[in-house]
């Protein structure tokens, strides 16, 4: 049972373009998201975090929208640079007893063109 | 600040085989949580360990066990290795007991079992 879901595998944008990326949630007790990226060889890295009392959290190029009636979360990044090529993985706090667990999405690559 | 760091980088073992992958804290950092990233999959919540007890477990079976040391570093054990084990192991570390909102990822251990 996939609680977080991101539909895209990859996504290939222009560099200097707007790169949207998506992700969906089944669960609606999830109250924090967070954006992780990936290079290969490397763990991931945190990138933005969203509280769900908020819609809108933004940080330099990066903004991280949540529509919490659509159980729905985008990070958008604007201008996209070759640098931002990566693995992005969506990622939701799971408050199971004693744990704040992360639950993870399948992540989509990005792929920035010069 | 040290980050991160887990050993061994790479490993390859045989089924039925037992393997102790480690992980050292970020400094100040007093909780752990392990992590399972299959091919193609995002990372998978196997437990955490806080101030030296599991603070949370997923959906892995026992053979899979770990340990807190007093200076916050972990281990995880894996018994009876068996192919579908085959992964990248994640240790993710945190502030608090409740593993804090942001967790900082080391770069994984590669494990191959044939």
């Known amino acids: 049972d996939q609680q977080v879901k991101q539909n895209s595998p990859s996504l290939r944008v222009q560099e200097g373009r707007i790169s949207i990326l998506n992700c969906d949630y089944t669960?609606?007790?999830?109250?924090?998201f967070l954006w992780y990226k990936k290079y290969p060889a490397e763990g991931p890295t945190f990138l933005i975090s969203?509280?769900?009392?908020?819609d809108k959290n933004e940080d330099g190029r990066f903004t991280v929208f949540l529509n919490k009636s659509a159980k729905h979360l985008s990070l958008h990044i604007v201008p996209s640079q070759p640098g931002d090529s990566a693995v992005y993985f969506c990622?939701?706090?799971?408050?199971?007893?004693?744990?704040?667990?992360?639950?993870f999405g399948t992540g989509t690559l990005l792929a920035v063109q010069p | 600040e040290t980050g991160v760091t887990q050993s061994p980088t790479h490993l390859i073992k045989t089924r039925g085989q037992q393997v102790t992958l480690r992980c050292s804290s970020q400094?100040?950092?007093?909780?752990v949580s392990w992590y399972q990233q299959a091919l193609g999959q995002g990372p998978q919540f196997i437990f955490q360990?806080?101030?030296?007890?599991?603070?949370g477990r997923g959906n892995f079976p026992p053979r899979f066990s770990g340990l807190q040391f007093p200076n916050y570093s972990s281990e995880l054990n894996v018994n009876a290795l068996e192919l579908d084990d085959s992964a990248l192991y994640l240790c993710?570390?945190?502030?608090?007991?409740?593993?804090?909102?942001?967790?900082?990822f080391g770069p994984g251990t590669r494990l191959t079992v044939l």
């Open positions: 669960n609606s007790m999830f109250d924090y």
């Open positions: 990622a939701a706090i799971g408050y199971g007893g004693a744990t704040n667990k992360l639950i």
């Open positions: 360990y806080y101030r030296e007890e599991e603070n």
């Open positions: 400094s100040g950092h007093n909780t």
């Open positions: 969203i509280s769900s009392i908020k």
């Open positions: 993710a570390s945190s502030l608090g007991g409740q593993g804090g909102n942001e967790q900082f």
